[in-house]
């Protein structure tokens, strides 16, 4: 009997989210594992539309900003003198890391380079879309009784390569 994806299930997903203009923004062809019901890795509806499905069911989930990465949050952006950023971040795409007052690491990303300015976002480069999830459950198994007691999914043993 096939096992369906169901609380305490590790799930084992392929995936690829794309944006309202049909663009593929992120692509994960290499199962990407999960513990279902407890690790909260999914968005919420993602992972009811997988409930009850089996290896070889794929589902659709359209997902308004409000529900995925949230709305833009303007005081997450900051214009600064170009001067003022180091070389290495004097790029569109430079993804410099910050510390908040809470001493947490906060990656930002350079989004313009104009008139001697620089641009810096720390919003989740979806913020603002309607994404459409594309899932398909590659694999159900039962979880670990570790994995339960963790509530997340033990990473894989990596082979000794040394002996």
Avoid: C
Avoid at 26 to 52: C, M, R, T, W
């Amino acid at each position: 009997m096939t096992d369906t994806v169901k609380k305490n299930k590790v799930v084992s997903v392929t995936y690829s989210i794309v944006d309202e203009q049909g663009e593929v923004l992120e692509q994960s062809d290499i199962p990407v594992d999960y513990l279902h019901g407890v690790d909260g890795k999914l968005f919420p509806k993602v992972e009811q539309a997988l409930e009850g499905r089996a290896v070889g069911d794929s589902v659709e989930v359209t997902l308004p900003p409000d529900e995925a990465f949230g709305q833009p949050d303007p005081a997450l952006i900051f214009v600064d003198d170009l001067h003022n950023a180091p070389p290495e971040f004097r790029v569109v795409g430079a993804k410099p890391s910050f510390e908040n007052a809470q001493g947490e690491a906060i990656e930002m990303t350079v989004t313009r380079i104009e008139d001697g300015k620089i641009t810096i976002d720390g919003n989740h480069p979806f913020a603002g879309k309607t994404l459409t999830f594309h899932v398909t459950v590659m694999a159900v198994r039962d979880a670990l009784a570790e994995e339960l007691a963790r509530g997340e999914v033990m990473p894989a043993s990596a082979p000794d390569v040394m002996h």
